[in-house]
């Protein structure tokens, strides 16, 4: 797996902000540390192919996560990066993958999502252009 950023991030987990500590668990796939980063009641408001749609929960966040980038498919993270934009933070990340399908070329997208700033990530509000033929 390959991980770019583009600041570093502090060593130790208790210096390590929530919204770099999400960015992390989702480019890793580590969905049971992503949990740990997330209010009970976080929502995430999201938009993408097919449409719009809103989940509330930190169980429902992560198994949303987890049935985008989960299971045993190849995965390749080709750069991911945080950025505070006023009391918002903006969080992005770009993944190949290959498809359950063996028939089936590799796919990319991109996702963008902004965060607040706090202890834990209380809501998310993401966009993703959806999985693209990384061939073309």
Excluded at 13 to 21: E, I, K, M
Excluded at 65 to 80: A, I, K, Q, S, Y
Excluded at 81 to 109: C, F, K, M, N, Y
Aim: proline fraction near 7%; charge should be negative; hydrophobic fraction near 40%.
């Amino acid at each position: 797996m390959t991980i770019s950023e583009s600041r570093s991030v502090p060593s130790t987990s208790s210096d390590v902000p929530a919204y770099d500590r999400m960015t992390t668990a989702i480019v890793t796939r580590d969905f049971a540390a992503l949990g740990t980063t997330l209010s009970p009641d976080v929502r995430l408001r999201a938009l993408v192919p097919p449409g719009p749609f809103e989940l509330t929960g930190t169980a429902a966040v992560v198994a949303q996560f987890e049935h985008w980038f989960g299971g045993g498919r190849t995965f390749e993270v080709l750069g991911h990066s945080t950025d505070v934009i006023g009391s918002r933070v903006h969080a992005r990340w770009t993944i190949r993958r290959t498809p359950d399908s063996p028939d089936a070329g590799p796919l990319v997208a991109e996702q963008h999502a902004y965060v607040n700033l706090g202890a834990t990530v209380e809501v998310i509000d993401l966009l993703c252009g959806g999985w693209q033929d990384a061939r073309a």
